[in-house]
């Protein structure tokens, strides 16, 4: 089993009347919340945490791309990255992702993925997501109707731009380069891990099984509600004849774990529900354009029973909900190791991501959290899939002789003292 | 009016709405798609040959993969002239119809007799930026298209009763699909950049708006009427931007004074 510690990266100063004041966290919301000298903090404690998560054992650190909102700071996640990539030297770096469709020309992802891949030593995970409605389409303007052609064409030139030792031409209908040559090329061979997040299109289930691609789940709505789109997302790989490998899968849960189930209350749920009533306070036809979802996916249903389902619930949140309804894992080391072990075996998912920062949650609060996580929690679930232990196939393959960077060196004074 | 199915040669099938005799007359209407009734139609067909071809996606009309940008649809317009057998025929479009319709007379501007531009989507003023129909909720848009949102409610949802989930389920899914279809030209910004091909075109064009219009405000008329060399503008009073549907009689008696028989 393998936990990656992700922040999502809120904006913690959203105010108390945000949700009655503004009808959306994200594509429209008034960037004078935003305080670039509070940023500066928010962004070092930020990448401080998931340096912390590395020393603490996590496998994975992650990070994602969101545009224009308040809900994760991450426009340009590869920076992010990229800081990390410097800091650290045994964790994967999970990038999940970059928003393919978005990016002219798709080259670009190719080789900024590379450039990680080679300064981390070869610990990149790249997620390809279409992105969410907002951002792809609302903040970067692409057609929604076009959303998944244009995604599935920048797929391919950057898989092609990676697979390719010779200069090649790409005439593709939404990008056409006369010489795709991606200079640098990844160190993992043939290519880093892919992670596919998805938020429940039918579609993206049969492009991960084509490719082998890691299939992530991402939702807020936990295990309970997860379990129907992931039973059908296995129904699909039984059905293609694959095999079921429980790392074919991730999923994205926010944990909170405290000395006791009392304190978890005490210590966390105003941040919860500061996530739950503000970061996720969406416009609703921000999140729902036409054409962004095929029919067949609005016809499964699934997705929108979901919305509307958490819809309902969201009307006056309480902890006591949250909980319940296992949209958050919160409690003792045991209540929290209990639950997990529920929520991984009935999913069936190798790859956990850990949300462990929520909301506004302060520095200490997510360090106390996170330690206990590593320290009494993980240890007792590193043993299921333990019948899959050697399936590496989608976890990061780094070079053994690679550097530690994080560890500080004087540069070269003299010959042979170099980086080699 | 009676439908008929029509293939264009380049494989899209679409339903046409037909009456009438006299001089040819092809309306082209706007993202919603034709309402389950049209009235304004039917007032034009006691004195032209009215066609109303419906969009791929939208109603029966199937083939909307193989319209992807504003040429697609520029030549789809014309496909279906062709289809129906029709040579120089007026055109009249509506909103995103009308950004079609003037498309096709500048690509092809010895092929359409006279022109008919009616709250026409397809140019941008930065001072009257054009709200966002993607980015709205169902109760905006009623209010955005038409004068009286109540009658407009009524008209839009052609009384279907939403409290029965399966009808509901139905009016959204085909929302969503007309919508979908209209995106690859209307979406982010409806500007696929006609203005600087509207020199070209040929036919004496009338300019149709509703002085109420909050969706493309009237002074897109007066820009039309500036950039299409043989233009004029009128101005419908008590009209918003569905003045076809809102004021059907003073539509067509604007268009039939227009239009030669």
Redo the contacts between chains.
Sequence with gaps: MKFTWFNLMPWPYLPDDFREKHRSVW?DIPNTLYDPRKGHYVYHQYMDQLEYAESLGFDGIGCNEHHQNGYGLMPSPNLIAAGLARRTSRAAICVIGNSIAGYNPPIRVAEEFAMLDVISGGRLVAGFPVGTPMDT??CY?Q????TRDKYQEAHDMIMKAWAEDEPFAFDG?YNQLRWVNCWPKPIQKPHPPIYIPGGGSIETWDFCLDHDYNYSYLSFYGYLRGKSLLEGYWDRVAKRGKDDSPYRAAFAQIICVADSDAEAEELYAEHCLYFFNRCLHV????AD???Y?T?NT??YGALSQLRMEAQRIMQGLTWKQLVDERFIIAGSPETVRQQLEECITGLRIGHLFCLLHTGNMPDWKTRHSTKLFAEKVMPQLRHLWSDWKDDTRWWIHPMDERLHPEETRPGAEKPGQEWR | MKALTIETRRGARCRVLEAGSGPPVVFLHGAGGLLADNPFLDRLAARYHVFAPELPGYGESTGEELL?DMLDFTLHGWDVVSALGLTRPHLIGHSMGGMIAAEMAAVAPRDVDRLVLVAAAGLWLEEHPIP?I????PGELVELLFQDPAQGQTLLTGGVDFSDMEAFKAFY?G??????????IL???PNRRVSKRLYRVAAPTLVLWGDADRLIVPAYARQWGRLIPSATVEMIPDAAHMLPYEQPEAFVSAVSRFLPR
Excluded: C, H, S, Y
């Design positions: 594509v389409n609302f303007g057609i929604p109707a076009l209908k416009f609703p036809p921000f354009p036409p054409g979802r029919v609005i016809k | 992807e966002d993607f980015a709205l909720l899914l929302q969503q699909r007309r919508l979908a279809m209209a995106g690859k979406f982010p910004i």
